[in-house]
């Protein structure tokens, strides 16, 4: 038995541990990729057909998706979720 139990979504987000963020060359990101793929996820499962649809899916339940990870600086934009998902390893993903 566990001390701490984990957080609803903690069993999804662990299939995407070994998936390297893109970005970590460069240093520079505003939206850690838990969020990005979390945001990402819910929003295509819940209907979301485009990076558009996926953003405003995202600042519609953030409060509700602060409930997994902290998105300190919101939702990110449809213009970083298509540079985001366009740069990562599509095989791994």
Excluded: N
């Amino acid at each position: 038995m566990q001390d701490h139990p984990t957080a609803p979504g903690d069993e999804l987000m662990q299939h995407f541990e070994d998936l390297a963020d893109p970005r970590r060359q460069t240093g520079r990101f505003q939206y850690p990729l838990q969020e990005l793929l979390l945001t990402a996820l819910c929003a295509v499962a819940a209907g979301a057909e485009d990076w558009v649809d996926v953003s405003e899916w995202g600042e519609f339940k953030l409060e509700w998706l602060r409930r997994f990870l902290p998105f300190e600086q919101g939702i990110a934009s449809h213009d970083t979720f298509s540079r985001v998902f366009a740069l990562l390893d599509s095989v791994r993903f």
